[in-house]
């Protein structure tokens, strides 16, 4: 019998534009945070098991707060997996000043040891929606190529904050929905209803540094780091992994990003990844001041699509 797909979920990252611990901020009607919601929607999808990707100084907070009662729960399996900037190959040296993760492909690497069976990636402070863990979970458990990969694509503006810049991946997809590049923006913003792409191009005469904006369509499919991986990314990761390190071990801010890895593949032609477009709207704290937004959100969620008793117990 085929295993039933994994939920990791991406949780070792300190907010730095949010500022403090935001996984764990009570954001719905019972004091909910953002992870219930979605362990809950990966539980009805028929997800089996949620590995936390944490650093090992929350393991504690993490177990109280959530782990515990997940735990408990019916027909789910928990695990830790602690993302350590210590865990790179004996032939590399931690430079002594690198305090930053080395990033999400890292963080998803550091769960080799605990995943043989598909799995879906997200991060622990987005809300993704009540559809998007059934489609994505029906996609990973009728794959059969173990170079089948898939991710969920958002419409560009369900995805913007009204209270500042956002980065997205903007997705260029062929005629069957397969990825064919995923092109990261760091600075979105909506601006009198109309959303564009602030970049700063160094003039080549002047060597100043003046702003380029380029208006993007509203529909344009993004990345929001829900991917659906088979094992065979494992093997993947540690290849690109020291790809990285080879040349970027002395950048201390640099990070092994995911989609990098799935970039590469695709150009070789070694993977695809199958687009599965979505029309539900993404919910996330990148600001202190979206929590508000969120909470509302979710709560008018409660009772018509989550129950009105607190939803993981």
Request: with cysteine.
């Amino acid at each position: 019998m085929k295993k039933r797909p994994t939920l990791v979920i991406m949780a070792a990252g300190m907010g730095s534009r949010y500022g403090g611990l935001k996984q764990i901020d009570p954001v719905g009607l019972n004091g909910e945070i953002i992870m219930d919601y979605s362990i809950y929607d990966a539980r009805l999808a028929g997800f089996g098991k949620v590995v936390f990707v944490i650093k090992e100084e929350f393991y504690d907070i993490f177990k109280e707060k959530i782990g515990d009662r997940i735990s408990k729960l019916e027909n789910i399996e928990v695990k830790y997996v602690f993302q350590n900037i210590k865990s790179i190959p004996n032939k590399y040296k931690l430079p002594k000043d690198r305090i930053k993760p080395w990033g999400t492909g890292h963080a998803v690497l550091s769960c080799k040891d605990v995943i043989d069976e598909p799995f879906v990636v997200i991060n622990a402070d987005d809300f993704y929606g009540s559809t998007t863990f059934k489609l994505i979970y029906d996609e990973l458990i009728n794959q059969t190529d173990e170079y089948g990969y898939s991710m969920v694509g958002f419409q560009l503006d369900k995805t913007i904050s009204k209270n500042g810049s956002v980065a997205r991946g903007i997705c260029t997809l062929d005629k069957e929905n397969h990825l064919i590049t995923v092109e990261e923006k760091t600075k979105i913003e909506e601006v009198s209803g109309t959303i564009y792409s602030f970049e700063d191009r160094q003039d080549s005469i002047s060597g100043i540094a003046e702003p380029l904006k380029i208006e993007l369509e509203r529909n344009i499919p993004v990345s929001m780091n829900i991917w659906g991986f088979m094992p065979s990314i494992f093997k993947e990761l540690e290849l690109g992994f020291e790809k990285f390190l080879d040349e970027n071990i002395g950048e201390l801010k640099s990070e092994f990003y995911i989609p990098s890895v799935v970039d590469d593949l695709i150009k070789s032609k070694k993977a695809t990844v199958k687009v599965i477009k979505t029309v539900e709207k993404w919910y996330g704290v990148t600001y202190q001041q979206d929590k508000e937004d969120v909470s509302k959100a979710l709560q008018s969620m409660t009772p018509n699509v989550y129950p009105d008793r607190y939803i993981n117990s």
